[in-house]
């Protein structure tokens, strides 16, 4: 089992940083991918940003490459999601999760989910 724990989203205008954290618990994620996906009114729910745990590769989705950036740190069993230059079309609940790394990172078909955080961006 694996637990996830978000902080951080808020309200922020356009053009804006926010930073989200994702606080991991339970069994060893060495062979896990932490992601961040949202999820928008009436739309389904999106990858948007992952991490293998155990090489460190990083994954984004092409609609925030270059904007957000995600990183892990072990120590901690943290993953942060940096975002910078905020539009209101990321605008949505972002939720954290983790499944084992095989397959397609951005498959939103995750096991383990966070209770989710509200990201609202002002035009």
């Known amino acids: 089992q694996v637990q996830l724990v978000e902080s951080g989203g808020g309200l922020v205008q356009a053009g804006g940083s926010l930073r989200l954290s994702c606080a991991a618990s339970?069994?060893?994620?060495?062979?896990?991918?932490i992601a961040w996906l949202r999820q928008a009114p009436g739309k389904a729910r999106e990858f948007v940003s992952a991490?293998?745990?155990?090489?460190?590769?990083?994954y984004y989705a092409d609609s925030v490459k270059g904007r957000f950036t995600i990183s892990g740190d072990n120590a901690k069993n943290t993953v942060v999601l940096q975002m910078n230059s905020l539009k209101p079309e990321d605008t949505a609940v972002y939720y954290c999760?983790?499944?084992?790394?095989?397959?397609?990172?951005?498959?939103?078909?995750?096991?383990?989910w966070g209770q989710g955080t509200q990201v609202t961006v002002s035009s």
């Open positions: 991490v293998s745990w155990s090489g460190g590769s990083t």
């Open positions: 339970g069994r060893t994620l060495s062979d896990y991918y």
């Open positions: 999760a983790a499944k084992w790394a095989r397959g397609s990172v951005s498959d939103p078909s995750y096991d383990y």
